[in-house]
């Protein structure tokens, strides 16, 4: 076993996890913008910030706040979160 | 004095294969010399640890799409023109240099810990970023003159692929 390997078993399930949301959530962006033929630059000055910090958002190891996806969201004019209807508990 | 180096297979999983760089006298490739150097370095664990599930998800999920990765912020870093295809990963002050050549195939160099804003002022990092960089000029030069051949997730040639540094 490499040291990669290593890493790789003693890191947590939740920190698994964790990466595994925030990479959906900038997969998604990246994959709306694509679409509709814009780049990191257009959603920078849609939402006023700087094309450094879309750039760290879309790495998915940044851990993106609820209303900053909310603003994401309306610039893009698409969903990028989507929240399971209720769960019915027996 | 030039050293010869040559292209290995680091990790491969369904959707990327990584591969890395080797100096011909060292008995590690560069990446591995990075993960070693910073396995059993506490100040950094967590972000260790998030590096490599991060490197594993985008391997096995996700694919490695050039805005996952990051570009060097310093313009002076390096005199002009910078490879485009350089790319770092950024965990808090820890870097890792990579050449991306595809949303399949990523070439991971070496790293350490950025201890100022520019690359140029980090000593642990620059050389590693230098190093990327002259990678990834002679690969492009490789690539325009058809010899570096890609399929899918591999560099098919990769074992006659001789780089120098």
């Given amino acids: 076993m490499d040291a990669f390997e290593r890493i790789q078993s003693r890191t947590s399930e939740s920190t698994r996890r964790n990466l595994d949301k925030n990479l959906a959530i900038a997969n998604r962006i990246i994959e709306v913008l694509r679409a509709q033929g814009k780049t990191q630059r257009d959603l920078a000055r849609a939402l006023g910030k700087s094309e450094s910090e879309i750039s760290k958002w879309l790495t998915g190891l940044h851990n993106l706040e609820l209303r900053t996806i909310y603003k994401i969201e309306t610039a893009l004019g698409e969903e990028v979160i989507e929240v399971i209807g209720t769960v019915k508990v027996a | ?165």
């Fill in chain 2, 1 to 165: 004095m030039k050293t010869y180096i040559t292209l290995h297979l680091f990790k491969s999983f369904q959707k990327v294969n990584f591969y890395t760089f080797q100096f011909e006298d060292d008995e590690q490739t560069e990446t591995d010399k990075f993960f070693s150097k910073f396995e059993k370095n506490e100040s950094v664990k967590e972000d260790l640890n998030n590096l490599v599930a991060w490197l594993t998800l985008i391997g096995q999920k996700y694919g490695a799409k050039i805005d996952f990765f990051r570009h060097e912020s310093s313009a002076q870093a390096l005199p002009p023109p910078m490879s485009k295809m350089v790319r770092e990963v950024i965990v808090n002050n820890l870097r890792l240099y990579c050449v991306c050549i595809s949303e399949e195939i990523v070439i991971l160099a070496n790293g350490g810990i950025k201890t100022s804003q520019q690359a140029q002022d980090s000593p642990d990092v620059l050389p590693h970023f230098r190093f990327a960089n002259a990678m990834s000029k002679q690969i492009n030069e490789l690539i325009r003159d058809r010899n570096f051949t890609i399929r899918g997730k591999n560099i098919d040639n990769f074992h006659e692929i001789e780089l120098i540094y």
